[in-house]
């Protein structure tokens, strides 16, 4: 099979920008990943929630357009465009007809340089987030996430969570003079972007060197990396809720690595094999719910990964009230059998053939292609990653799995939980 990398354009920019454009036989839809830097990392202790504000806002009103305006001329064009926060940069994504593209373009930079963050509207934004968070109080999972993250995490970490009403409080105190100061930071400066679709790396490139020489340069600021502080501690936080019927249940620990350790391929094997969503697919789904139907689903949520931040390994399973003491007793046993019986070739193999396939299906589409380019360019890993995957995870042995389980102290697993808990349970 011919290699992907071959049929995609790859410009590398002043600045860190780097760009990818990858022309394919879809008919009429242009994707776009991207993503410039400016995230929570550069923001102080307590303003973290500055950039979501921000991202909620960055097309509801510019320096030319009024929101309407915005809105009104995307829909027009059936054009899809949003913005969204992460760690250490602002992201954003859009889809549009060929003859659109350019138009999506200017729109995106005019949004990123120009946002004017009506007083009005951050009124009406900080509403509808502090409704959200409001039904958050009585949302089983959103708690149980929160306690888990303040257990595994000291606070001065990315992946330390605040209370509600603590994001209330600090929600409440963004100004907009704050907002424009966080808007600054976007520009060039490492900017990524990821075209596939409909459309010729020529008119791409074209479009897109036209609409970026408008962006400034912004943040230059590399964070430093904070190492996380807490030692792992098998600690229990419930967190009661009335008149819920499931229990929302995390298991977790965090961990000293981030996507770029060696062994980061193979713990993602790991926790597939251990808690893949599919029915009979991971060893949890097969015995917790198929064999002992102790819960709807049960599967590993990792998360929290970046480059300049340590991640997390974490289960989560949905329990009743009357069985969910039995369901963890379960769970944790079940963990220690997978670990003991379940770690073998034949399992290995498997696994490294659906991520195989799914990989190569993924990128089968537009919006696949674009969100895996675009990874590869946040990552700052070559374009030929996008080829070398599939060996890679097949590159993953049976010892790389069993040094992932040692790297995971199972016996040090936080548990979080929240929902109505029955007094009288065993």
């Not at 027009?76 to 999506?104: K, M, Q, V, Y």
């Not at 059998?337 to 498997?350: D, P, S």
């Not at 199972?410 to 065993?426: E, I, P, V, Y």
Request: with cysteine; charged share 25%.
């Amino acid at each position: 099979m011919e290699p992907i990398a071959s049929n995609v354009t790859e410009l590398e920019l002043a600045d860190g920008v780097r760009i990818f454009i990858a022309p394919t036989k879809a008919k009429d839809v242009v994707t776009l990943q991207g993503s410039v830097l400016g995230g929570m990392l550069m923001l102080p202790r307590g303003k973290e929630i500055t950039q979501a504000l921000a991202v909620e806002l960055l097309d509801a009103g510019t320096v030319e357009k009024t929101k309407d305006q915005i809105r009104e001329a995307l829909a027009a064009r059936g054009i899809g465009l949003s913005f969204s926060s992460g760690t250490d940069r602002t992201f954003f994504s859009g889809s549009c007809l060929p003859e659109d593209f350019s138009f999506l373009l200017k729109t995106i930079v005019e949004c990123l340089t120009g946002a004017t963050f009506p007083t009005k509207e951050i009124a009406l934004a900080k509403e509808r987030m502090r409704g959200e968070l409001e039904e958050g109080k009585t949302d089983t999972n959103f708690r149980a996430t929160i306690a888990l993250s303040r257990m595994m995490y000291d606070p001065s970490h990315i992946n330390y969570a605040d209370t509600i009403e603590e994001r209330i409080k600090f929600l409440n105190s963004i100004t907009r003079a704050e907002l424009l100061a966080f808007r600054k930071m976007l520009g060039r400066e490492g900017l990524v972007i990821s075209v596939a679709g409909d459309i010729t790396p020529a008119s791409a490139e074209r479009s897109i060197r036209s609409a970026i020489e408008k962006l400034p340069k912004g943040t230059t600021e590399t964070p430093v990396r904070k190492l996380n502080q807490k030692r792992p501690e098998a600690k229990e936080l419930l967190v009661p809720i009335t008149d819920k019927a499931n229990i929302d249940t995390y298991l977790g620990v965090a961990l000293p690595i981030n996507y770029d350790h060696p062994l980061y391929l193979a713990f993602t094997i790991f926790n597939s094999m251990l808690g893949a969503r599919g029915l009979s697919s991971g060893h949890l789904m097969s015995t917790i719910r198929e064999r002992d139907g102790l819960t709807y689903g049960i599967y590993v949520r990792a998360g929290g990964f970046g480059a300049l931040s340590e991640g997390f390994f974490r289960i989560w399973a949905t329990f009743s009230p009357a069985t969910f003491k039995v369901a963890v007793e379960k769970t944790r046993k079940e963990i220690s059998i997978f670990l003991k019986t379940k770690l073998t070739e034949q399992g290995l193999l498997a696994r490294q053939d659906q991520f195989a396939g799914s990989y190569v299906v993924g990128l089968s589409t537009t919006n696949g292609l674009a969100s895996t380019l675009h990874s590869i360019g946040i990552e700052g890993k070559p374009l030929s990653y996008i080829d070398a995957y599939p060996d890679l995870i097949r590159a993953v042995t049976l010892d790389d799995l069993k040094a992932v389980a040692k790297l995971i102290p199972f016996d040090k697993l936080s548990l979080a939980a929240s929902g109505s808990f029955d007094t009288k349970a065993k």
